[in-house]
């Protein structure tokens, strides 16, 4: 079994940074797909950005070049820099995490609203 908890999250005028954090309860070395997702009202979830073992990531086309996605193996924590931000990027932002038996965990999510 594995908590995730993410945090960061909050309000952002257009333009500006935020910078989410996913906190593991157990080492993120024994996770091999960590990805970060986020879902709007009225919006099915999507995938914003993933990291695997081998140092594999990928990202939405909407948040290509704005956000990155990266891990400190230490802290066993995840985290998404997003820059350049849009008020079309205001969602709940949710972690995700498969371990090598392919069972998923969720953590809670963390609220991001981009508004002036």
């Known amino acids: 079994q594995v908590q995730l908890v993410e945090s960061g999250g909050g309000l952002v005028q257009p333009g500006g940074s935020l910078r989410l954090s996913c906190a593991a309860s157990r080492s993120i070395f024994n996770l091999p797909i960590i990805a970060w997702y986020r879902q709007a009202p009225g919006k099915q979830r999507e995938l914003v950005a993933i990291m695997t073992k081998n140092d594999y990531t990928n990202y939405a086309g909407s948040v290509k070049g704005r956000f990155t996605i990266s891990s400190d193996n230490a802290k066993n924590t995840v985290y998404l820099q997003m820059n350049s931000l849009k008020p079309e990027d205001t969602a709940v932002y949710l972690c995700?995490?498969?371990?090598?038996?392919?069972?998923?965990?969720w953590g809670q999510g963390t609220q991001v609203t981009v508004s002036s």
């Open positions: 995700k995490a498969n371990n090598y038996a392919g069972n998923e965990y």
